[in-house]
């Protein structure tokens, strides 16, 4: 027998063409910078309802004024003589203290109430501390309004106004009830009177006259 000599045909596998991986390449370098810039509108979307803060007093105010201070400054103004309520704001930078009297307090007495309530305020927060700026750092400043009616020109209206602001070395206290000068919000008040009465006459003689009827 003769014997049959097998040929074993190998088959070569494809690989990728130098067009081929150049196309990938190619691709690879377009799609790259879009899924970046897809990222970033992704994020953008997702934090758009988000607002943006610019904290201005960034390494100032410190040491903060905490919820706690101001709950036992509350209670502190609240105790003292005269005073019906107490509201205390806090903005970034400011407190801002709004204390309601009763309604007869005289104007000697309102002022010894807000000295007091200043005093009340240092008890709890030393101004020193809270409300003295230093050379490299900001703090608060510090209001204090101190009434019993609003609004009221009656002549029975006291309202005094305490400013710190931290560039300042001692308050600033004014009675706004009494203006500065008397003799122009006299006159002030009587102009205003007068064009009032002058409006309430134009007002009257343009109300329809009753008209008889023609014979």
């Keep these: 027998?003769?014997?049959?000599?097998?040929?074993t045909k190998k088959t070569k596998k494809k690989g990728l063409s130098r067009s081929g991986i150049v196309l990938i390449i190619g691709l690879l370098i377009i799609l790259i910078p879009c899924l970046v810039f897809a990222g970033i509108l992704l994020k953008s979307y997702v934090e758009s309802n988000k607002p943006v803060i610019a904290d201005r007093f960034d390494g100032d105010l410190?040491?903060?004024?905490?919820?706690?201070?101001?709950?036992?400054?509350?209670?502190a103004l609240s105790a003292l003589p005269?005073?019906?309520?107490?509201?205390?704001?806090?903005?970034?930078?400011?407190?801002?203290?709004?204390?309601?009297?009763?309604?007869?307090?005289?104007?000697?007495?309102?002022?010894?109430l807000t000295n007091d309530a200043y005093n009340s305020v240092n008890s709890v927060l030393p101004v020193k501390t809270y409300f003295t700026a230093t050379e490299s750092m900001k703090m608060y400043d510090l209001?204090?309004?101190?009434?019993?009616?609003i609004g009221n020109d009656d002549g029975t209206m006291v309202y005094y106004l305490?400013?710190?602001?931290?560039?300042?070395?001692?308050?600033?206290?004014?009675?706004?009830?009494?203006?500065?000068?008397e003799e122009l919000a006299k006159q002030l008040r009587g102009e205003t009177e007068a064009e009032s009465s002058e409006v309430s006459v134009n007002e009257s003689d343009l109300a329809p006259e009753d008209g008889g009827s023609e014979e």
Excluded: H, Y
Excluded at 166 to 181: A, I, Y
């Design 162 to 181: 305490l400013t710190k602001n931290s560039k300042m070395s001692e308050p600033g206290v004014q009675l706004v009830s009494k203006p500065l000068d």
């Design 1 to 7: 027998m003769s014997e049959k000599t097998k040929t």
């Design 82 to 112: 005269q005073v019906e309520n107490v509201e205390i704001e806090m903005t970034t930078a400011q407190l801002r203290i709004n204390i309601d009297t009763v309604d007869s307090i005289s104007e000697e007495e309102a002022k010894q």
């Design 62 to 75: 410190d040491p903060a004024i905490t919820q706690e201070n101001i709950d036992s400054l509350k209670s």
């Design 143 to 149: 209001t204090i309004n101190v009434f019993n009616k």
